[in-house]
């Protein structure tokens, strides 16, 4: 690596939400293409970096780190910036947040981007689950809504953290996947969110990386399929 850090990356991926982390950090680093057309992620490399075979791996002077949570978190702590410090009062509703973002609402919609790998090759089954998995990301969502209407210190406060990048990325991929059912899940209704977006799309890291990826000037609050210099989302 030239750089400390190098970003293993597909275009408007999870990638996005480290990348994100990493321009607001103001850190230096540098990007691998994953080429999803060619499945690199599934390659004896790629695995060798990540066991489970997913995007992204961020390369560190301690070696390469997978999930994306994983990787907010240890670069929050090893900055000291985008989260509460670990002996804040602030750090255990932050903590529990990420993970709902990580472990909760990140699957449900991955289930509805990729029913077949969950239920197999029944399209009558993959568009139930898909039906049924939408509608419960829609809960979620909800849930994220009432929160950031409370305005705690680490969602949508002017001091930004990696959780508003991540609600802001599942947000944006919710309204645009899977193809040819955008709009299942929006920000209508959601004035919290919506505002908390709008706020993101103002900061230098924002735009560095929808610039970067080819994600319009509105990534989140009116996402359009992204047109990336390089590589493919899918």
């Known amino acids: 690596m030239t750089q400390p850090y190098r970003l293993h990356y597909a275009p408007d991926n999870a990638s996005l939400v480290v990348r994100l982390a990493l321009e607001s950090l103001g850190l230096p680093y540098e990007t ?39 990787i907010l ?16 009062p602030d750090r255990a509703g932050f903590l529990k947040w990420l993970f709902f973002a990580a ?37 979620l969502v909800d849930r994220v ?17 990696v959780l508003d990048f991540y609600i802001a990325c599942l947000l944006r991929w919710a309204a645009l996947y899977p193809k040819g059912q955008s709009g299942c899940l929006t920000l ?8 908390l977006v709008t706020r993101l799309e103002a900061s230098p890291a924002v735009r560095a990386a929808a610039l970067a990826e080819g994600l319009g000037a509105a990534p989140f609050s009116a996402p359009q399929p992204p047109a990336p210099p390089e590589g493919s989302a899918t």
């Open 32 to 70: 691998a293409l994953v080429d999803r057309a060619a499945r690199a992620q599934k390659s004896p490399t790629y695995l060798a970096l990540n066991p489970g075979g997913l995007i992204p791996v961020l390369e560190t002077p301690d070696g390469p780190i997978f999930e994306t949570a994983a």
């Open 73 to 88: 978190l240890w670069l929050a702590d090893r900055h000291a910036a985008l989260a509460p410090a670990p002996d804040s």
């Open 103 to 139: 472990n909760t609402l990140h699957p449900a919609l991955r289930i509805t981007f990729y029913p077949d790998q969950y239920i197999g090759p029944d399209t009558d089954a993959q568009d139930r689950l898909r039906t049924h998995m939408q509608a419960e990301a829609a809960v």
């Open 145 to 161: 809504e009432a929160l950031a209407a409370k305005a705690p210190p680490w969602l949508g406060d002017e001091n930004t953290t």
């Open 188 to 195: 209508r209704g959601r004035p919290a969110l919506l505002a």
